[in-house]
């Protein structure tokens, strides 16, 4: 995998075109991407993104997702470039259309991050998604 070339096709693609991309625009619309706002850094920078769908994935942006296509095409056919939950984690950031989850520890971001490796989805993070209001 070449996250140069990558970094470099986002880069020249614009907004427009990619949401074009039919199969993946329901995702974005469905907000399925999250960010987690890491309460213990200070800055904005977030390291590790989700995708919440019948499969949770980890996606580092622009670099690495837990899916299956990530893993086996990106990675080790080196066939594609990304997969298509890098993609919608792009456009998502890009159009600002994606749900925030405070996260409040590291021992949190770990356990989210463990279950989705260990079970494909994240009871954790579906908590922290949809508590309701104190």
Do not use: A
């Not at 919440?52 to 066939?79: A, E, L, Q, W």
């Not at 470039?81 to 994606?98: A, P």
């Not at 494909?120 to 579906?126: G, M, Q, W």
């Amino acid at each position: 995998m070449n996250v140069f070339k990558l970094v470099e096709f986002f880069e020249k693609t614009s907004v427009e075109k990619l949401t074009e991309i039919k199969k993946m625009s329901s995702s974005i619309l469905l907000r399925r991407i999250v960010k987690p706002k890491l309460l213990y850094m200070s800055g904005e920078y977030t390291p590790v993104w989700f995708y919440i769908g019948v499969k949770d994935h980890v996606i580092i942006p622009k670099t690495y997702c837990s899916c299956m296509d990530f893993i086996v095409n990106v990675m080790s056919r080196k066939t594609r470039l990304f997969c298509k939950h890098l993609l919608i984690q792009y456009i998502s950031e890009k159009t600002n259309n994606y749900r925030e989850v405070e996260i409040n520890s590291v021992e949190e971001l770990t356990r989210i991050i463990n279950e989705i490796i260990d079970i494909n989805i994240s009871p954790t993070l579906r908590r922290l998604l949809f508590r309701r209001g104190d």
